[in-house]
């Protein structure tokens, strides 16, 4: 069955703390994205990937880390120099950079 | 800042009406579109992309896209209740941007019985 998973669904931490959050694709898609959702707003890019060990800078990459170290996967760090990091973070997958992302289920991060 | 515009609504209609709903864009250099849907507290889910002017249709969805004035739209036809959510707009950026997806900030779409 393929498809985009993200874990975990829900993550609570406290400020300061860094956090890392998981994305794995076996669609075999060689591009891979992170993006930010606050409430009521639309998605905002913060990292992308084009191919295994590299990746770009989004519009709001500040406070933010990845690596692309396989195919398969791409996570997120969320370091303690993100001034607001409780959002809905969405990892999404494309064939190739240009064509149509899908979207994993999402983590939802509190930090307090 | 490119950027893509959406009405945020809520747009209601009664079930089994047309369902209309807008987008527009600034980045000239955009060459692909797509529309999103996205049900309270989930993810994203594609229902339409368009590369070309005109219509595009699948099922009950059609994807229009004007590129001379930069408008993109979604009609739902028969619209039923599952299909209220909000509409997520994409454009991805040309040029030296190329690939990267741009979203509006999706319009909230409820259908009444």
């Known amino acids: 069955d393929g498809g985009i998973t993200q874990s975990p669904k829900y993550l609570f931490r406290k400020e300061g703390q860094n956090v890392t959050l998981s994305c794995e694709q076996n669609?075999?898609?060689?591009?891979m994205y992170w993006y930010r959702q606050d409430p009521g707003q639309g998605l905002r890019l913060i990292y992308y990937?084009?191919?295994?060990?590299?990746?770009q800078k989004g519009d709001i990459a500040e406070g933010y880390s990845v690596s692309r170290e396989k195919k398969e996967s791409f996570p997120l760090t969320v370091t303690s120099a993100q001034k607001n990091p409780t959002a809905f973070y969405l990892c999404a997958s494309s064939n190739r950079q240009g064509d149509e992302q899908y979207f994993g289920p999402g983590t939802r991060l509190t930090v307090t | 800042q490119k950027e893509v515009e959406q009405n945020s609504g809520p747009l209601s209609v009664p079930e089994g009406a047309i369902a209309s709903l807008n987008c527009t864009y600034s980045?000239?250099?955009?060459?692909?579109f797509f529309w999103y849907r996205q049900y309270s507290g989930k993810s994203p889910e594609l229902i339409m992309f368009i590369y070309s002017n005109g219509d595009k249709e699948d099922g009950r969805f059609t994807a229009q896209l004007n590129k001379a004035s930069q408008y993109v739209s979604l009609l739902i036809r028969d619209s039923q209740p599952s299909d209220s959510a909000t509409y997520l707009c994409?454009?991805?950026?040309?040029?030296?941007?190329?690939?990267?997806?741009?979203f509006g900030q999706g319009t909230i779409l409820t259908v009444h019985p």
């Open positions: 994409a454009a991805i950026a040309g040029g030296t941007s190329y690939g990267k997806l741009t």
């Open positions: 980045d000239r250099g955009s060459q692909s």
């Open positions: 669609l075999n898609h060689d591009a």
């Open positions: 990937s084009q191919i295994v060990n590299d990746f």
